[in-house]
């Protein structure tokens, strides 16, 4: 009979029956965020309905398909005289960009050039009276 050696490792045995299956990857929860376009975005439809000018100068920065800074949008905001960057939806929009950045759970499609026309008219009328 073989005598015991503290210093050789032992043998293990064969282990029977079946090998585990490896766990799947648990998935993540909620729903998908998709980077969106600027103007599909909240702060970017609204600019593009309520500051033109302001929209246009922002894609010009960042490009067609880029994703402007918030506090990109914040400075310009600041320097411009458009009344709509005081008002409470503005702050409320930007916030909200501030946090989620370019994803929407419901991404608004550009407006018609019919709203567009209609959005400015208003705007025209608020500045005469």
Avoid: W
């Avoid at 648990?26 to 998908?32: C, D, E, I, L, T």
Wanted: include cysteine; aromatic fraction near 8%; charge should be positive.
């Amino acid at each position: 009979m073989a005598t015991f050696n503290p210093y050789k490792p032992q043998k293990k045995g064969k282990k029977r029956g079946r090998k585990p299956k490896p766990k799947p990857q648990a998935k993540k929860r909620g729903r998908k965020r998709i980077l969106r376009r600027f103007d599909e975005v909240p702060l970017g439809y609204n600019l593009r309905l309520n500051a033109p000018l302001e929209f246009d100068l922002i894609m010009q920065v960042v490009g067609s398909n880029g994703v402007p800074d918030a506090d990109l949008v914040e400075a310009i905001s600041y320097s411009s005289k458009n009344p709509y960057f005081r008002t409470v939806d503005f702050r409320r929009v930007l916030i909200l960009y501030r946090n989620e950045g370019c994803y929407a759970e419901h991404p608004k499609r550009p407006p018609k050039p019919q709203t567009i026309v209609a959005a400015i008219n208003k705007r025209k009328n608020m500045m005469k009276g």
